[in-house]
């Protein structure tokens, strides 16, 4: 794997996949290796992927300080990897809580910013978090499910506090539709990372209000994906998303918290178009 310093010595990995103009993607979790991502259900066919491991993850070393696992901190590695590329400007994506970090690197550089894509996006750096009503009404879309029940009780005794990795694991089903040998695989392959995981959100990393206010001066397009079954974001909230950029469209796919999973071609399609508007 190709690696690079970043601003504090910390040596970072990347994977390379795919051939064409280049899009840099960013993993969420938090604290899971990009190779989770795959080839973005077959976006490498038409792009060149550059995937970073963030640090502490995949191949990339742990930092000598923990504090700088804060996704806040993380935004200078990702410019860092700009600088390595050789790029004036990117095309970059953020998956889940990685949408916290590419939205905090558009705000504190926006010019180096060529186009984004915000995938099933973690809303705390923007201050969306949906409400609990909304959170149990998404919940309660999935009640058809034959694993529903189980899950169900998972989620409501991890809402309790009870944070036993089977217990967390019994409530996967709800981040896949369908829930299938494909989905199972997935997510049992690249966990997240504990120590990468915890530091992600760290304690005065987010400032909503300043956020909103740096990205509405966003010059790049901004495209927000929302999965059709995901409890969060839901297609209203992916559209609530992209109105605070000036300009920013919403699109609903098929699947959930990661589409690219279960429905590769709608995914792949509908992000192809917006990075070839």
């Known amino acids: 794997m190709p690696t690079f310093s970043s601003h504090d010595g910390t040596v970072l990995a990347y994977r390379l996949a795919g051939q064409g103009e280049p899009l840099v993607c960013l993993a969420g ?38 504090r700088t696992y804060g996704v806040g901190r993380l ?11 050789g790029l004036e400007s990117m095309d970059l994506l953020g998956h889940s ?16 910013i060529r186009r984004l894509v915000l995938v099933t996006p973690s809303p705390r750096a923007v201050g969306l978090d949906p409400t609990d ?22 989620l409501d005794a991890w809402d309790a506090g009870d944070e036993r990795d089977e217990t967390r694991r019994a409530t996967r089903p709800f981040l896949y539709s369908p829930w299938n040998d494909v989905a199972e695989a997935h997510d049992r392959s690249f966990p997240a ?39 969060a974001p839901t297609a209203d909230h992916a559209a609530a998303y992209a109105a605070l950029f000036p300009d920013a469209r919403a699109a ?18 509908t992000v192809e178009r917006f990075l070839g508007a």
């Open 193 to 231: 990372v504990r120590a990468a995981a915890q530091g992600f959100h760290g304690r005065g990393t987010f400032d909503p209000d300043a956020t909103r206010t740096a990205v509405k001066g966003l010059p790049a397009p901004v495209l927000v994906i929302a999965g059709e079954d995901d409890l």
């Open 29 to 66: 979790g938090p604290g899971r290796p990009s190779g989770y991502l795959g080839d973005l259900g077959g976006l490498a066919t038409t792009r060149r992927l550059i995937l970073l491991d963030n640090r502490g993850t995949g191949g990339s070393a742990a930092p000598e300080d923990p």
């Open 133 to 154: 009503e909304e959170w149990f009404a998404a919940v309660e879309r999935r009640s058809g499910e034959p694993w529903y029940a189980t899950a169900r009780a998972a």
């Open 252 to 269: 609903s796919v098929p699947g959930a918290h990661f589409p690219w999973v279960t429905a590769p071609k709608e995914f792949t399609a």
């Open 75 to 85: 935004v200078a590695d990702v410019e860092a990897l700009r600088e390595h590329l």
């Open 97 to 112: 809580a990685a949408a916290d970090l590419a939205v905090l690197y558009a705000a504190r550089h926006p010019h180096r």
